[in-house]
């Protein structure tokens, strides 16, 4: 029935890739990266649920990186597949480490872990720097 739509499957990536990136530039990247080695930490201790415990500045540092840079790859994207699966690994630490409290807390992560792994098959689209470079 909405066979039609088939030829606009591109149209629709570039559509998530548009609005799911300025959400992690603007929404969570930025203002983690601009919040400073504070933030980083709060940010980073996330990782003792997988037993790591040390340089937490670090490990939000690359959480507010992660977050900021691959909202710019989803956005143009480039180097596509290499930042779904960072952003995808950044996403199950985000909602592992909601595990036990309230769904509503760990809805959003799973969702977006969801959404990047199965971006990740499909790739950007040929509306994209990756997708006029194969060309």
Do not use: C
Not at 42 to 56: E, L, N
Not at 110 to 117: A, D, G, R, Y
């Amino acid at each position: 029935m909405f066979k039609f739509l088939d030829k606009y499957k591109d149209l629709g990536l570039l559509i998530i890739r548009i609005g799911l990136g300025l959400m992690f530039i603007f929404v969570h990247g930025w203002p983690k990266l601009s919040g400073g080695a504070p933030k980083w930490e709060q940010m980073g201790g996330a990782m003792k649920h997988f037993g790591i415990t040390f340089a937490p500045v670090f490990w939000g540092f690359m959480d507010a990186f992660a977050e900021f840079f691959g909202g710019i790859s989803l956005l143009l994207g480039v180097f596509f597949r290499p930042m779904m699966i960072i952003l995808t690994i950044n996403m199950f630490v985000a909602f592992y480490g909601g595990i036990g409290g309230p769904w509503s807390g760990i809805s959003y992560p799973l969702e977006i872990f969801t959404v990047t792994l199965a971006m990740f098959i499909l790739g950007p689209g040929k509306y994209s720097v990756d997708g006029m470079i194969r060309k």
